[in-house]
C-alpha cells in the first residue's frame, strides 16, 4: 500500500479540464479502495 496521491494537472483547455477529472476521479478512487481496505482490516483484527 502506498500513500494516495492524486496527479498534478495543468490544463490548458476545456478538453484537458475532462480528462483531468476523469483521471483524478480514478485516483480518488483507488485511494477510497485502500482506505476501506485498511478499515476492513481493523475491523477484523478488533472483532475477531
Known sequence: MVPCQLPATRPHSNGDLLTDQDAIEAAWAE???QVDTVYQ???KAAHP
Open 31 to 33: 485511494c477510497a479502495a
Open 41 to 43: 482490516q481493523q475491523q
